[in-house]
Each structure stands twice: as C-alpha cells, then as structure tokens.
C-alpha cells in the first residue's frame, strides 16, 4: 500500500522529553520503564511436511516419447491439498534438449485461494539413498489455479541416465519428492515467566533399566547368550510371556529360560522394543532380512505393534527380488496388510514375469499355493480395467 494513502503512526516521544515537560509542570512524572508489566507475542507459521517416492519403470522404452510428454505419480495428499510428480523423459519444452524434465503438481484447481508450499525433487541411486553431489535444491512457490505446477526444467542431463547408471536399478529409477505445506499463520501472546517442560523420556529411562539389568527377576538364554530382564514388564506388554511368567504355564520356578528358533540379535530387539516402543536402530529399514526375522518373533510374543511396523516397513521396502519371499511370510503370519502390497506390487504392470523369474518365487509356490489364485485375480482385474478405458 502507498504510504502516502494511509496516515502514519505519531511520533512516539521519547521519555527523555516527558521527563522535561514533567519536570516544567507539564504532567505527572513517568514511572520507570523497566518496572511496568511485560508482554510479548510470537508469530507461529504451521506446515505439513510429506514425503513421495515415484518409481519409475521401463525408463529406456519411455526415452524417445517426445518432448512435453510425461508420465505422472499416482496423487498423494499433503496439507489438505492433492499432488503429483510429472516426469518428462525428452523435457518439458524444446528448450531443455538433451535433459528430462520434473515438476510437481497441484490438483485442487477448485480452490482459489493459492498455497504456499517448500519442495525439492531427487533423483534415489540403487540402495534408495539420494546422491550427495547432485541434490537440487528447494523451491518455494504458491500454487494456485493460474500457476498449478513448478519444478525442474533441466532435472539432469539424459547422457546420465544410460545403462550402468547409478540411478538406473533394472531400467529403473525413483524420484523422491519432499514437500513442506504452509497451512496457517497466526500469532499467540507469550506466557511470561512460563515453566520449560522437557520432553517425555519414559522410553530412555526404561531402556536404561534393560541395559543396566537392575532388578531383573529373569534370564533369557539365547544361543549362549544372556539377556536380563523384568517380568512385570514382559507381562504387560505381551500375552505370551505373561502366561509363560504368571499363567497356568507360569515358569515363577525357573530363574533361567532357554528361547529356541530366534536369533540372539532378534530377542534383543524384541526385549529393546518391549521396553521403549520404538524399534532399535539396527532393525530400522526394511530391506534388511532382520526386519522379517522380527516380525516372526513379534508375531510369535503377541506384540500387536511391533508386527505391524514390521510389516509397515517391509511393504516400503518390497522389490522384485524380495516380493515373494515376503508374500510367502506375510501369508504364514496372517500379515493382512503386507499380503496386500506384496499381491498390489506383483500385479502391476511389467512386474509379474520378472518376478516369477526370482529366487523366492519357487518357494512361495511350493509353500502358499493359494496364494497364486489371489495374485492370478489381481492381475486379471487390473489388465480387465486397462481394456475398459
């Protein structure tokens, strides 16, 4: 607004000068600033952040298809609003030769209000890590219907993108888009002299009492090693060991009990995750086999949470050579969940041969015969869908 439309604020008079006209009889004398009461306010801007992997398949079929043609991530909510990730093997526009294009897009052409929003879109290489030298940096934009989309004109060059790339994962690659919504401005008064509450840290201090071992009334023994533990803890927090401790089947007699057919690195997760809640840091990423090897145990333990995190992380993780091992352990678990992304991703287009052609698929065969029914059914209502558009 043109300051000359609107009056300014007045003058403020320093108290220097109030001081002067109160000491020539011009008013009462001003009290000390420095006692009068305080107040403050803080601006609080409050965001949504999401995270979006857009695999892209058969990418050497793809490459040739023309320049301002694309193919489109399936829409993905963040911030109450809906998007896509649009990539272009042969660029946006002409002027992008020899480069392929990326862009994020906004669906809710509907509203017009527009939304301000943080991104950055990467390339993932093999082992689904983003590469330190060629990260894009984040762009700030506010989408609205009359500016729906932005991103990078000249994502990287197509001469990195040939065989033998370490982008490239059987003719494919991913785009990881991480995307910040800003949802609301506002601003809230200051409460002064407030007390600072810390954090919660129940789960550190229970998993310093299984680290320390002090008061436990039990021992595990696990292929020849030790584990101390309480069993008013394991009681809670699974049903198995409160019938092996405290039911009919109680084991009160016994100071040492000896676990078969789990790993002595799988208990341990188990016993830190009993503990904490939370999923020790060498069981964190579902590609690693201990991540299945923890769900069996969950699943045997009872432990509701621990198995569904197991299978959260495994379906993010499935992949050609892992999908039917997987299907064929979600399957002996009853991982209702799992069983459904292993069957979605096996029936999606391409991907069915190639998996058939992998090392697991002979024993999810010989192991869930039934199963094959399921996946024969997915894959023929999909390609039924195909026909009919």
Not at 320 to 337: D, P, Y
Request: net charge negative.
């Amino acid at each position: 607004m043109d300051a000359r439309s609107v009056a300014g604020p007045p003058q403020p008079i320093a108290p220097s000068s109030l001081l002067d006209t109160a000491h020539h009889g011009g008013g009462s004398a001003v009290p000390d600033v420095f006692s009068l009461p305080k107040t403050s306010s803080t601006s609080l801007t409050k965001s949504v952040t999401a995270v979006h992997d857009f695999k892209v398949t058969d990418y050497s079929l793809l490459d040739g298809m023309g320049v301002g043609r694309y193919v489109s991530s399936s829409t993905f909510a963040a911030g109450g609003r809906d998007w896509a990730v649009r990539f272009y093997p042969d660029g946006a526009t002409a002027g992008c030769l020899g480069h392929v294009s990326a862009f994020l897009y906004y669906f809710n052409r509907q509203l017009a209000a527009g939304v301000r929003a943080r991104f950055t879109l990467n390339l993932l290489e093999r082992d689904g890590r983003m590469s330190q030298q060629t990260t894009n940096p984040y762009m700030k934009h506010t989408f609205s219907p009359a500016s729906d989309n932005w991103g990078f004109i000249k994502f990287i060059e197509k001469s990195k993108l040939l065989t033998g790339s370490p982008y490239l994962h059987k003719d494919s690659l991913t785009i990881r888009c991480v995307l910040t919504v800003v949802i609301e401005s506002r601003t809230v008064e200051d409460e002064m002299n407030s007390v600072v509450v810390p954090p919660p840290n129940l789960h550190q201090d229970f998993g310093e009492m299984l680290k320390d071992g002090e008061g436990a009334d039990v021992t595990f023994n696990v292929d020849g090693q030790s584990f101390r533990a309480h069993r008013c803890v394991l009681a809670y927090r699974s049903p198995v060991f409160r019938a092996e401790l405290f039911g009919p089947m109680k084991e009160k007699a016994t100071s040492c009990i000896r676990i078969d057919d789990v790993e002595p690195s799988i208990f341990e997760a188990l016993l830190h995750f009993i503990y904490t809640d939370r999923l020790p840091d060498s069981c964190n990423d579902g590609r690693n086999a201990a991540m299945q090897h923890l769900l069996v145990a969950a699943d045997r333990y009872g432990v509701e949470r621990l198995r569904l995190m197991c299978e959260s992380k495994l379906s993010e993780a499935i992949d050609v050579e892992t999908v039917a091992t997987t299907l064929a352990l979600a399957e002996q678990h009853n991982c209702s969940q799992l069983q459904r992304a292993c069957i979605g991703f096996m029936a999606s287009p391409n991907m069915l041969g190639p998996v058939m052609e992998s090392d697991g698929f002979n024993h999810l065969v010989a192991s869930c015969p039934l199963v094959l029914k399921e996946i024969l059914d997915k894959v023929s209502c999909i390609w039924s869908d195909n026909q009919h558009r």
